[in-house]
């Protein structure tokens, strides 16, 4: 079991950098899968980024391709979201998640995470 707590939120301009943190708790953080989710206002949960297990394998929304890099760092138990050219479109509260798969695959289904922080306010002003 992981216990994920996301930091580094805040307010920031159009065209700005952000780089969001995912502490998870936990003996077994490298035998999940993590996932970056977003949800705005009156909109449903949506994926924006993905790394397999061992962190060589990542995924991306299109909508994000290009700007944002997810990472892990197994030896502090920690995800990062880099997230380079924001856009008012990326205002969110961001979410870390943490989930089992059986291969290298790497959903984007919220359902398939199990384990999920209290997420980080990102606002982007135009």
């Known amino acids: 079991q992981v216990q994920p707590v996301e930091s580094g939120g805040g307010l920031v301009q159009a065209g700005g950098s952000l780089r969001l943190s995912c502490a998870a708790s936990?003996?077994?953080?490298?035998?999940?899968?993590m996932g970056w989710f977003r949800q705005a206002p009156g909109k449903e949960r949506e994926f924006v980024a993905a790394v397999s297990r061992r962190g060589k394998r990542t995924y991306y929304a299109d909508s994000v391709q290009g700007r944002f890099t997810i990472s892990r760092d197994s030896a502090v138990n920690t995800v990062y979201l880099q997230m380079n050219n924001l856009k008012p479109e990326d205002s969110a509260a961001y979410y870390c998640a943490a989930g089992f798969v059986y291969n290298e695959e790497l959903p984007s289904d919220p359902r398939r995470y199990v384990y999920w922080g209290q997420g980080t306010q990102v606002t982007v002003s135009s």
């Open positions: 936990g003996r077994t953080f490298s035998s999940y899968v």
